[in-house]
């Protein structure tokens, strides 16, 4: 499979904590995008990464990328209820989309 | 103001039916793409358009058809639906082969 495949699955935290989630792909890729899915919604872009970068900032959000590893990781700090959501990674281009990872954070 | 919209928002039906739903983007995007997402989250890409032509077309069953009267529209009609057809379908667009935008999905239940 050549999609991207997030981890954990589910994570529940509470408010002011920091969440952090994983994505791995199987493919060399040159960008990856983090995205962002409230429930019954569209998906939302937050973040892309570039093949050449190793770190990129967007507010409360965090992206690393490792393409010895084809991993990436997404960190959202100080989390807030409003940030609970599913999170999807995807390699650009033809976007391959994994299962996501499920956010609760806890009022 | 609505970016990528899609009708209807939701749609019930039974086996063997036909149906179609609508995209449009003011986005004013080359290409238009249309995803099916599962029960379990899974996200697939079904088709996309660019500038009205057909450049992706995965693993999809041909009672399937995309249409795209305009590079603002991709439509997708679906013949003879099957029970595993129900599922969440999204209308994204995208101007490069980055950012999509995406509409607010059709939640398709077959009975």
């Known amino acids: 499979s050549q999609q991207g495949e997030e981890d954990p699955q589910a994570l529940s935290i509470q408010e002011g904590e920091n969440a952090t989630m994983n994505c791995s792909y199987k493919t060399s890729i040159n960008n990856l995008q983090w995205y962002r899915q409230n429930s019954g919604r569209g998906l939302v872009h937050l973040i892309l990464?570039?093949?050449?970068?190793r770190e990129k900032h967007s507010g409360r959000l965090r992206v690393t990328l490792d393409t010895s590893k084809k991993s990436s990781s997404l960190l959202i700090t100080a989390s807030r209820a409003a940030d609970t959501a599913s999170y999807f990674c995807?390699?650009?281009?033809?976007?391959?989309f994994g299962q996501g990872t499920t956010l609760q954070v806890k009022p | 103001d609505t970016a990528v919209s899609q009708t209807p928002k939701y749609l019930v039906t039974q086996m063997g039916n036909d149906k179609s739903i609508k995209c449009e983007q003011n986005l004013g995007h080359d290409t238009m793409y249309w995803y099916k997402q599962d029960s379990k989250k899974f996200l697939k890409i079904m088709f996309s358009?660019?500038?009205?032509?057909?450049?992706i077309n995965e693993t999809v069953p041909n009672r399937f058809s995309p249409k795209s009267p305009d590079k603002a529209h991709l439509n997708l009609h679906i013949n003879s639906l099957e029970l595993g057809d129900s599922a969440v379908y999204f209308c994204?667009?995208?101007?490069?082969?980055?950012?999509?935008?995406f509409g607010p999905g059709t939640r398709l239940t077959v009975l």
């Open positions: 994204a667009s995208s101007q490069a082969p980055v950012e999509q935008f």
């Open positions: 995807a390699r650009t281009g033809k976007l391959i």
């Open positions: 990464i570039r093949s050449n970068e």
């Open positions: 358009y660019n500038n009205k032509e057909l450049i």
